[in-house]
């Protein structure tokens, strides 16, 4: 994970004593707990608007921001072959049992009449992510593309991020090792050598794509008004959720069927 800490040592200056006492983990609790739920509240407000159609107008799309980078995954052509999950696990060097790609499936309807559904839940990159205010040992910030990026060797393991993450994703290994939390980065190292992200190249189906956050933001309106076109129900779900996500999905059902609002 060397390079890693490479990445961000021009960005922050670790504390000189990362230890946090029982007290102060139990009075952030209550604190946790209560900014998670405003968190989510406030994500429902916002995505709201998402569950009818791309549910952004072309002002909207102007908007998003192309300094901002972004993943985006599209689920009409996902097949779930779960090698976007490997391929994040093997370019990172992250532990098997760190799942942090997850394709989580839902069915919908009423037997015999059963859809089947997917959604990739990896770290969103939030613009304005709790993980990173309330790390106290400065552990994840911000790189390149404002992708949120973690120092595994600066981590303390105190499950702070896991608390506050409205979407549940800080993955952590406590037989790993020196107990770390594991999610997304973005592959900065593979983009710092102007690569694409790991599970970008290894889709058999193309259904990932890399660029800035309009350019996701546009390709996703486009793939829904192309499944419309078609008598399909399609969901953009991302630029609207916490101030615009750095990870956007086209969904075939409602995002609530999976927790995301």
């Given at each position: 994970?060397?390079?890693?800490?490479?990445?961000?040592?021009?960005?922050?200056?670790?504390?000189?004593?990362?230890?946090?006492?029982?007290?102060?983990?139990?009075?952030?609790?209550?604190?946790?707990?209560?900014?998670?739920?405003?968190?989510?509240?406030?994500?429902?407000i916002?995505?709201a608007?998402?569950?009818?159609?791309?549910?952004m107008?072309?002002?909207?799309?102007?908007?998003?921001?192309?300094?901002?980078?972004?993943?985006?995954?599209?689920?009409?052509?996902?097949?779930?072959?779960?090698?976007?999950?490997?391929?994040?696990?093997?370019?990172?060097?992250?532990?098997?049992?760190?799942?942090?790609?997850?394709?989580?499936?839902v069915?919908?309807?009423?037997?015999?009449?059963?859809?089947?559904?997917?959604?990739?839940?990896?770290?969103?990159?939030?613009?304005?992510?709790?993980?990173?205010?309330?790390?106290?040992?400065?552990?994840?910030?911000?790189?390149?593309?404002?992708?949120?990026?973690?120092?595994?060797?600066?981590?303390?393991?105190?499950?702070?991020?896991?608390?506050?993450?409205?979407f549940?994703?800080?993955?952590?290994?406590?037989?790993?090792?020196?107990?770390?939390?594991?999610?997304?980065?973005?592959?900065?190292?593979?983009?710092?050598?102007?690569?694409?992200?790991?599970?970008?190249?290894?889709?058999?189906?193309?259904?990932?794509?890399?660029?800035?956050?309009?350019?996701?933001?546009?390709?996703?309106?486009?793939?829904?008004?192309?499944?419309?076109?078609?008598?399909?129900?399609?969901?953009l779900?991302?630029?609207?959720?916490?101030?615009?996500?750095?990870?956007?999905?086209?969904?075939?059902?409602?995002?609530?069927?999976?927790?995301?609002s």
């Amino acid at each position: 994970m060397n390079w890693i800490r490479a990445a961000l040592k021009n960005s922050k200056n670790l504390r000189g004593d990362h230890s946090v006492s029982e007290e102060a983990k139990n009075s952030q609790e209550e604190k946790s707990v209560s900014r998670r739920s405003f968190l989510k509240k406030g994500a429902a407000i916002g995505g709201a608007a998402l569950l009818a159609g791309s549910g952004m107008s072309s002002l909207q799309a102007a908007e998003m921001s192309t300094e901002k980078e972004a993943l985006y995954m599209d689920h009409s052509l996902c097949v779930s072959c779960h090698a976007c999950r490997v391929a994040c696990q093997n370019e990172n060097n992250f532990p098997n049992e760190a799942n942090t790609v997850e394709i989580r499936g839902v069915e919908t309807g009423s037997y015999p009449d059963v859809d089947y559904y997917t959604a990739r839940i990896s770290c969103f990159h939030c613009r304005n992510a709790p993980c990173v205010e309330i790390c106290p040992a400065d552990a994840i910030e911000p790189a390149r593309g404002d992708f949120k990026v973690t120092d595994n060797e600066a981590c303390i393991g105190c499950y702070e991020c896991l608390d506050v993450c409205p979407f549940d994703v800080p993955e952590f290994v406590p037989e790993y090792e020196e107990e770390s939390m594991f999610k997304c980065d973005g592959c900065l190292h593979l983009l710092e050598q102007e690569k694409e992200p790991a599970c970008v190249d290894t889709c058999p189906t193309d259904a990932i794509s890399f660029g800035t956050q309009k350019e996701m933001a546009q390709k996703g309106m486009e793939r829904i008004k192309q499944l419309e076109s078609e008598g399909k129900t399609g969901y953009l779900f991302g630029p609207e959720t916490q101030g615009g996500l750095g990870l956007m999905l086209v969904l075939r059902t409602d995002p609530r069927n999976f927790d995301l609002s």
